[in-house]
């Protein structure tokens, strides 16, 4: 990417999602393990989840 101000802009949103994960990553803590099966995936795979979010994020933009 060349344009500093998309890449800050893309960085924020990536920024946001992993933010967004982490709270939805603390509250499966608290309540145990999650049913729903993509909620299930982010609990048992946090990394994955991360990585699999980032590359949603580039994809929209």
């Known amino acids: 990417m060349h344009d500093p101000v998309e890449a800050a802009a893309q960085a924020a949103r990536v920024l946001a999602a992993a933010r967004a ?4 990553a603390e509250r499966l ?3 145990g393990v999650p049913t729903d099966p993509l909620q299930r ?6 990394d994955e989840a991360a990585e699999d979010v980032a ?5 929209r933009s």
């Not at 994960?21 to 939805?24: H, P």
């Not at 995936?41 to 946090?46: G, I, R, S, T």
């Not at 590359?55 to 994809?59: F, I």
């Open 29 to 31: 803590a608290e309540s």
């Open 41 to 46: 995936f982010a609990y048992e795979h946090p």
């Open 21 to 24: 994960l982490v709270a939805a």
């Open 55 to 59: 590359d949603w994020v580039r994809r």
